[in-house]
């Protein structure tokens, strides 16, 4: 067992996550509704706003602006109650997952990152945005499930972004 702490601190107020199916099962992009409403269920129950995201066939990405930093392990967790309890997969289940009550759709953990200033929040920004390349060769713009159009609208992106010179700043980046 692993004696990962995660970092809860209001002084800072934007959190980074990665967030992945198990076993890396396709299913976020064709059950879409079902998880744009599970992120309404946990909006809610507490007070936050998602400032980028950006889904993927088996993952995604997300920044959050926080009112408490506590809450954002709670948030995570509801939301993928609300998203299990919707979508029905047939996964091998483990006795552990059994016990647990688990469905097979989500890895048990997730990942987090606090942002602590402006450059790391923008190069957050810029990773979530580029993940459709990353996984896909679809350019930003043309990824309909990103917030990168959102942010092309209040012009804090051209709309072709992620040309040769954006890829190669930003293409060694991991947050996986």
């Known amino acids: 067992m692993s004696n990962y702490l ?39 129950k507490y007070k936050f706003e998602i400032v980028a995201c950006n889904i993927l066939y088996d993952h995604m990405h997300l920044i959050l602006k926080l009112e408490n930093t506590k809450d954002y ?17 047939n996964a091998a289940l483990s006795k552990s997952k059994i ?33 459709s390349y990353k996984h896909y060769k679809i350019a930003p713009k043309d990824w309909k499930y990103s917030s990168f159009n959102k942010f092309v609208k209040n012009n804090f ?13 930003i293409s060694n980046l991991d947050f996986e």
């Open 157 to 169: 992106y051209d709309i072709n972004w992620c040309n040769f010179e954006d890829k190669n700043k």
């Open 73 to 89: 392990s709670e948030i995570i967790r509801i939301m993928k109650y609300y998203f299990s309890r919707k979508v029905s997969i």
């Open 6 to 44: 995660r970092f809860y601190n209001n002084k800072y107020k934007y959190v980074f996550f990665t967030i992945v199916t198990y076993n890396r099962v396709q299913i976020l992009i064709e059950n879409i509704d079902i998880l744009r409403n599970s992120f309404k269920y946990a909006l809610s």
């Open 99 to 131: 016990n647990k009550r688990e469905k097979g759709i989500w890895q048990r953990r997730f990942w987090e990152h606090t942002i602590r200033n402006e450059q790391d929040l923008n190069t957050h920004l810029d990773y979530i945005h580029y993940n």
